[in-house]
C-alpha cells in the first residue's frame, strides 16, 4: 500500500423524512468514502438514494453503514441478536443500498458497521466474525472498514476478507484501542483544532494515542469525522487541508493500493 495514500470518510445519509441531520453536501465535498446509513440507525429510502447520487456526482466511494435495528436510538444502543437475526439484518442493510447504488449507476464497494454494533464487533470475536460472515456471503469482493486494534479486524484477516484499518478523528480511545464511551468527559472533540492534532499524533507515531498517551501502534489507512456533530464540516476541512499539507493524497477506500 502506497505510505502516502490515505483515506478520510464520513457517516452520510443519517436523516430521516423531513428530519435533517449533518450537512452531507459539504461533507461530500471532502471525504473520499461515504458510510451511507441504511435504514435502522437513520436514512430511509429516499435519503438512501439522494445520498447515493451525490456521492457518485462528487467521485466519493460507496459505503454501507449497517447497525442494530434501532431507529429511536441512533443506533447507539446495544441489542441482544442471535447470530442468524444478525447477520439477516446486515444482509437487509447492505442489499438495499447496493440497490439503490445499482439504479445510479454505481455500486457499493465498502461496509461499515455503525455505532453500538461497530463498537461490540470491535470487543466480542463471535459478533465481530457473524458481521464479516454476512457481509462475505453478500460479496466477498467487498472492502470492510473496521477500527484499528479491534477483534473486527481480526475476524475480516482471518477470513480473507479485504479491511482498511481505521481511526477516528473525533473521539478519544482508551488504552486497549476502544473509543472512550460517549458518557465519559472528553470522549467526543468538538474543536476542529484539537481533532486535527488529535489525527496528527497518530499519524507522526503510526499508533492509535489514547486519552492518557498510551500507544498501540498500528497501520492506519483512513480517518472518520462523524457527519453527525455540529462541528462536522470545520473538522473535515481542517483535517483535509493538515493531510495535504503534510504531503498526504487523498483517494477513496476503492483506490487504495
Known sequence: MNAHQINLNADLGESFGPWQMGNDAALLQM??????????????PAIMRDTVRQAIARG?????????????GFGRRVLQMSAPDLEATILYQVGALQAMAAAEGGRVTHVKPHGALNNVACADPVVAATVVRAVQALDRTLILLAPAHSALVQAAEAAGMPVRYEVFADRAYLDDGQLMPRSREGAVLHDAQACVDHLLRM???????????????????SICVHGDGVDAVATASAIRQALVSQGYQLVGLDQMG
Open 31 to 44: 471525504v473520499g468514502s461515504a458510510n451511507i446509513a441504511c435504514g435502522a440507525h437513520a436514512g430511509d
Open 203 to 221: 499519524l507522526s507515531a503510526q499508533a492509535i494515542v489514547a486519552a492518557s498517551g498510551h500507544q498501540l501502534p498500528t497501520r492506519i489507512d
Open 60 to 72: 466519493v466511494s460507496l459505503g454501507a453503514h449497517p447497525s442494530y435495528p434501532d431507529l429511536q
